[in-house]
């Protein structure tokens, strides 16, 4: 691309799923990017976040991998592309003979655009497995799974804009969009409640969305700090008392009769679930008095238009598919879905999260959430790839990482850090170590993960490559690339390309991502009227079927996109998290993101800009468990759970509950998911990473802790 260095490219920021957009510009004299900011971007309109404005700092950084790797006697050593394509193609080749398909594990990232994660899944099938997955498991796969179940697509049903001018109540549930989606909370949510509607928050941490909420002069915010994992008891406490209302007092129209009996299918089972439900005793599980309860349904039930916004709170726990399936029950018996200004909306947390979903980076869909044991769906797509595609349902990522030296025996990894994302990560560490038989990692830092690996391939960074990702709500957007910075480092796409053309002759040699995206557009009908003109600088929002559509800001304004057009109801029972707090662990340890940084920190840990806001991680702690355990605030200390400990610094604060501890998974040295529960949702297969069994150790030798910076 041809432009003056001056003159910014108009790109989006690579971290978190509100898809704003930036613009980056170069030196004259070097290649040193710099943020600018885009003014009448369509998401953003020229507003940032820390991370936004700090996303440049990366490109250049020290750290970058430049060359590509080989591990020999015990170290790496740099080779050429030759030699490192050669080994991978040998290594493949010799796995599939030897542990047929399914011995390889492909993992997409969120981190890449839809384009590169298209061609990676379509490698994995074209190898012979449906073995694929991405980090969405790790986040949102229970909120997909209800949300397709029961509505037809996993995604938000609304807009960002059309919440703003439309919502009364926001009822924001597990989230915490002022620290994870900060411009989407302060541009779309907080204006929301400055121009007159009530937010609902139900969060086990008062965090910074609770504080953004406070606004002078209103009472127009409730925080429910609900006890981690007791979620299903507090929503069905709050549907009983929409019900029990409803019939003593049906001219209230709490609930919305007509659109129940046109418009959705198993309210019986609802209330039946529901008959001998106990309020009390529910209200004091969740550890929230019943009268805040009841307040809260009777606010919701009576808005003109309310909205859920569904997080990691909800969907990270062995109940997740139900957690949500929850939400989606109090949104359907009161009629708020299909309009403007209601709806289920899952806040995607990462850059492309929402659209490496889309293409079909999962082991049970294809592009465009094509179910791959559906024979005519299937069959529609070999058609365009000229090959037959495994029909039964893959490995997820976290199951395949359980089959490692089993049934799995090699990894293929394109911009994902597993060894830190994976809950109980010290034993993810010994599989990858010890039982692995290949794995080839490409990413632009040396990770964790790739420490292990056998091959790791230098790729360009966010600002170097061009291609499309999807925000959370559904807006397919061009990221334009600046320049290349590393000579040797190759971009996502051309590495995938040059390996699948060595490995099958044909259907992988493409001419750069728009030929890709033309594909793509092919064999997934929610993208199929969409192409880099019409995308231009608005971008679109999904389903776009045919050429010429203008996108949905809203879905199922008329019916649903289940089988027989109907919104699913289904009455669930509150289940306790895997582990409860008992003598050995007292406590219960919770987790999130901060603002400053950003999944596995392997980018924002190594942005000074970011780093300098919180260089190492920390744990909350309620001052009456600090005072029972003689804790004082700066102190350092041991969390321990049955499968780790890690050192960190307390925090003492009555924003957590107590009997409630809460840190983070961003630091390499002091992750969370040392500790973490790896046990899954029977369903959507998401570990329980928002409830493990704790303990604090006070009295420990600090003098040798360290942090490190490497990841």
């Excluded at 398909?101 to 384009?115: I, L, V, Y």
């Excluded at 999962?362 to 094509?370: E, I, S, T, W």
């Excluded at 559904?474 to 053309?501: A, C, F, W």
Aim: with cysteine; aromatic share 8%; proline share 5%.
């Amino acid at each position: 691309m041809s432009q003056n260095n001056n003159d910014p490219i108009k790109t989006i920021c690579p971290y978190c799923g509100v898809g704003c957009g930036i613009g980056v510009a170069t030196d004259d004299d070097s290649s040193e990017m710099h943020f600018r900011p885009w003014g009448d971007a369509p998401v953003n309109s020229g507003r940032i976040c820390i991370k936004g404005g700090a996303a440049t700092e990366v490109v250049n950084h020290e750290d970058r991998l430049t060359d590509p790797l080989i591990k020999e006697n015990g170290g790496f050593q740099k080779v050429s592309w030759e030699r490192a394509y050669e080994y991978i193609i040998s290594e493949l080749e010799r796995i599939h003979e030897e542990h047929g398909p399914d011995g390889m594990g492909f993992f997409g990232s969120s981190k890449t655009m839809n384009e590169e994660n298209y061609l990676l899944q379509k490698l994995a099938r074209r190898y012979g497995t449906n073995q694929v997955d991405n980090c969405t498991r790790m986040c949102h796969a229970s909120t997909v799974w209800a949300l397709r179940r029961s509505l037809g697509a996993g995604a938000m049903t609304n807009s960002m804009a059309d919440l703003a001018e439309e919502a009364d109540v926001l009822w924001i549930h597990g989230a915490n969009p002022a620290e994870q989606h900060p411009i989407a909370n302060s541009q779309y949510f907080r204006q929301a409640a400055l121009d007159g509607a009530t937010v609902i928050q139900v969060d086990p941490h008062a965090n910074k969305t609770t504080r953004s909420f406070e606004i002078e002069d209103t009472d127009r915010h409730m925080h429910l700090q609900v006890e981690p994992g007791t979620d299903i008891a507090l929503l069905n406490a709050v549907i009983k008392t929409i019900l029990e209302h409803h019939e003593k007092n049906p001219e209230d129209n709490w609930i919305d009769e007509d659109f129940i009996e046109d418009r959705t299918e198993g309210f019986e089972d609802l209330k039946r679930t529901l008959a001998d439900f106990d309020r009390e005793a529910a209200a004091e599980t969740c550890g929230v008095d019943l009268s805040d309860i009841e307040e809260a349904a009777e606010v919701y039930a009576q808005a003109g238009n309310a909205a859920i916004f569904t997080g990691m709170g909800m969907s990270q726990h062995t109940s997740g598919v139900d957690n949500v399936q929850n939400e989606i029950n109090l949104a359907l018996i009161t009629g708020n879905i299909g309009r403007p200004g209601t709806g289920i909306n899952p806040l995607r947390g990462q850059n492309n999260v929402q659209g490496t979903c889309d293409v079909g980076t999962m082991p049970n869909v294809l592009p465009g959430y094509q179910e791959v044991d559906d024979d005519e769906a299937r069959e529609s797509i070999e058609s365009v790839w000229g090959f037959d595609i495994p029909s039964e349902p893959g490995l997820t990522n976290v199951e395949i990482s359980h089959s490692i030296g089993e049934s799995v025996f090699g990894l293929y990894v394109m911009g994902e850090n597993p060894l830190m994302s994976e809950p109980d990560s010290n034993a993810a560490r010994q599989r990858f170590d010890e039982d692995l038989e290949f794995m080839v990692v490409q990413d632009i830092f040396m990770t964790e993960t790739a420490e292990l690996a056998d091959v790791v391939l230098p790729a360009t960074s966010w600002a170097e490559r061009g291609g499309t990702v999807t925000n959370t709500d559904r807006r397919v957007q061009l990221m334009r690339p600046v320049e290349k910075v590393y000579d040797n480092t190759k971009h996502d796409l051309d590495i995938l390309s040059e390996i699948g053309t060595r490995l099958f002759d044909d259907g992988f040699d493409f001419d750069g991502p728009e030929e890709v995206f033309e594909e793509l557009r092919e064999v997934c009908p929610i993208y199929h009227g969409m192409t880099y003109d019409t995308l231009s600088e608005e971008g679109l929002q999904w389903p776009c079927y045919e050429p010429g559509d203008e996108g949905d800001q809203y879905l199922y304004k008329k019916e649903f996109d289940t089988d027989n057009g109907k919104g699913h109801i289904e009455g669930v029972r509150h289940q306790p998290p895997a582990e409860t707090p008992d003598k050995e662990y007292p406590l219960i340890l919770t987790t999130a993101r901060l603002e400053e940084h950003y999944n596995t920190g392997t980018m924002s840990r190594r942005s000074p800009t970011l780093n300098r806001q919180h260089p190492e991680n920390f744990v909350d702690i309620h001052p009456k468990d600090a005072e029972r355990y003689g804790i004082e605030n700066g102190q350092t200390v041991q969390l321990r759970s049955r499968r780790g400990s890690i050192e960190v610094t307390a925090q003492v604060t009555d924003a957590i509950k107590e009997g409630v501890i809460w840190t983070t998974p961003h630091f390499a040295a002091s992750s969370a998911n040392r500790l973490t529960n790896d046990i899954l949702d029977d369903r959507a297969k998401i570990p329980e990473y928002k409830a493990a069994a704790a303990e604090i150790d006070v009295d420990i030798d600090t003098s040798s802790s360290t942090e490190t910076a490497d990841d």
